[in-house]
């Protein structure tokens, strides 16, 4: 059974920053393309990074590129995604997903961490 769980979210300022941490099992990690999602309140799902298998593909969304960072051990099964100078646009539950595509993530984001950008 696929497991990911996002951890890391919190309260946070204006320009502050966030690590959040995407704990994988029940498939081969190693093998697998992860990204992350973020659905805001009364929003639909956004796509925000997506990490290749080897670690050597990077994507980002719009919004995001040159704030936040996608990175990933597959020797501990984990991603992560360091956030720097957060806007209050930024708060959203955010999830950790398996494969590459939006459509992919819908289906197999795990469960999610909260993050808030707020004075």
């Known amino acids: 059974e696929v497991q990911l769980v996002a951890s890391g979210g919190d309260l946070v300022q204006p320009g502050g920053s966030l690590r959040l941490s995407c704990a994988a099992s029940g498939f081969t990690f190693s093998d697998s393309w992860m990204g992350w999602v973020r659905q805001a309140p009364g929003k639909g799902l956004k796509w925000v990074s997506t990490i290749s298998s080897d670690g050597g593909t990077k994507w980002y969304a719009n919004s995001v590129r040159g704030r936040f960072t996608i990175s990933r051990d597959n020797t501990k099964n984990t991603m992560a995604l360091q956030m720097n100078s957060l806007k209050t646009e930024d708060t959203a539950m955010y999830y950790c997903?398996?494969?590459?595509?939006?459509?992919?993530?819908?289906?197999?984001r795990g469960q999610g961490t909260q993050v808030n950008v707020s004075l």
């Open positions: 997903a398996k494969g590459r595509s939006i459509e992919e993530y819908v289906d197999s």
